[in-house]
């Protein structure tokens, strides 16, 4: 498997690492330029299943502003951005929502749920 280059973001130090899958160890990575256990463990991720928070709008009817900003509760699996992204555009809802208030339940059924960040009424 090819070597990746991952920069980490858990804290201030953005350590810049290159892991690869060891050859005669399937699911073991070698990594150098970590210089933390925390980016050890986000390399580990990011190599095999990258996960990101997704922002987004709705549109919000009877409100103050035509859109409602809101995001996913929980990273979810990268390859499945795009398709989160066509799912929430397709959300609308109704004045008034509080901010934490659920639009949409278990997001492409990934557990994650999509929350207003703001109060609109």
Request: aromatic share 2%.
């Amino acid at each position: 498997m090819a070597e990746k280059e991952i920069i980490c973001i858990l804290c201030p130090l953005g350590c810049r690492m290159k892991v690869k899958e060891k050859e005669d160890q399937p699911g073991e990575l070698s990594m150098r330029g970590h210089k933390c256990k925390q980016g050890k463990t986000y390399a580990h991720q990011e190599f095999y299943n990258p996960t990101r928070t997704l922002t987004s709008t709705v549109v919000i009817h009877n409100a103050t502003l035509p859109r409602l900003p809101v995001k996913t509760d929980r990273p979810i699996s990268k390859n499945l951005i795009m398709k989160a992204v066509e799912e929430i555009a397709r959300a609308e809802v109704e004045a008034p929502v509080k901010m934490g208030d659920v639009i949409i339940e278990n997001l492409l059924g990934t557990g994650s749920n999509v929350l207003a960040t703001r109060s609109l009424q």
